[in-house]
């Protein structure tokens, strides 16, 4: 995938150094605190999404021209991992919700029951 | 002067079969990197799922440090760094750089190794092995997967700088050089994903 053209050093210098600022940017949000849980959680995973899509291009060079069919590839695949991944949770979670109650909640059940 | 028009022609034609080759193989081996994907998004899928039933054992946020994360982290990113500087290295046909790049790249990858073994080493010595909990079995599933995959990657170079210091850069070793940094970058985005997941998520 890398082209016979491209042989230039910065990209793999830029590339580096984006991939560390955004790995120290999300360190720096669990150490320190800064915002609250939801953005954090929000700036932590466009955090990730930055420096995957930074690698992708710079050091797997997918933006590149002549790419095109491993870009469809990698479109497809991020399609049957969309559908893996939220079709497990959505299934396991609403699973979990529906799962048999605690030994506590069903005591409370049964002595309700009971006195009725 | 025919002849050597013809002979002309010919070496034209492999070149081109030749680059045709290897533009084949190395989309053939993204196709395998995709598959792997998969693999791993059915991994992450199975630790979201059971990170939380710790069946009154230890919670990630108790178990793992973050410092010590960082460093395997930045050891990872530097060695798909170095990986890069390789492959830029023998496209510019710089044999010794090429093969100095790639060792660089190789004792990286073992320090990772070694920290994540030691880490391992550590958990089972205190009693958290993967039959502790769901959440144990599926932490060790997933960071162990990439962590084999690393493995693998490692025994790949090992075998690659003894074909480069035995033949040097040929059409076949650059080919060769070009997967493996593929499957090296590779292996670091899918360490993005465990560093954001499993370990820094916990600590919110």
């Known amino acids: 995938m890398i082209s016979a053209a491209e042989t230039s050093t910065a990209r793999y210098v830029l590339g580096f150094l984006g991939s560390l600022v955004c790995t120290f940017a999300a360190y720096w949000f669990v150490v320190a605190h800064p915002v609250a849980h939801n953005l954090a959680l929000g700036a932590l995973v466009a955090l990730a999404l930055i420096q995957i899509f930074i690698q992708l291009a710079l050091f797997l060079h997918l933006g590149d021209r002549g790419n095109q069919l491993n870009q469809l590839a990698l479109a497809l695949t991020l399609v049957i991992v969309g559908i893996v991944v939220t079709g497990s949770l959505w299934i396991m979670f609403n699973l979990n919700g529906r799962m048999m109650p605690s030994e506590a909640q069903m005591l409370q059940y049964t002595q309700s029951q009971d006195s009725m | 002067m025919l002849y ?11 070149e081109r079969e030749e680059t045709l080759k290897h533009e084949t193989t190395v989309f053939g081996f993204w196709f395998y990197l995709m598959s792997d994907c998969l693999v791993f998004a059915s991994l992450f899928a199975t630790y979201v799922v059971l990170r939380n039933n710790t069946f009154g054992g230890p919670n990630a946020a108790e178990l793992f440090s973050l410092p010590y994360v960082l460093t395997e982290t930045l050891t990872l990113l530097t060695s798909s760094f170095t990986a890069g500087l390789s492959v830029l290295a023998a496209r510019r046909n710089k044999a010794r750089e090429t093969f100095a790049w790639l060792s660089v790249t190789l004792l990286l990858g073992l ?19 993967p039959s502790r909990s769901g959440f144990l079995s599926a932490y060790f599933t997933l960071v162990g997967t990439h962590g084999l995959h690393v493995a ?5 170079i ?10 040097g850069l040929s059409t076949t070793t650059t080919r060769r050089l070009t997967l493996l940094s593929l499957f090296w970058h590779f292996l670091d985005i899918i360490w993005i994903l465990i560093f954001t997941i499993v370990y820094l998520f916990p600590f919110l």
């Open chain 2, 158 to 167: 090992v075998v690659l700088l003894v074909q480069l210091a035995r033949r």
């Open chain 2, 111 to 129: 320090v990772f190794l070694g920290l994540e073994m030691h880490d391992f080493a550590g958990l089972v010595a205190a009693g958290n092995m």
């Open chain 2, 152 to 156: 693998l990657g490692a025994l790949w």
């Open chain 2, 4 to 14: 050597g028009q013809h002979n002309n022609m010919n070496t034209h034609a492999l």
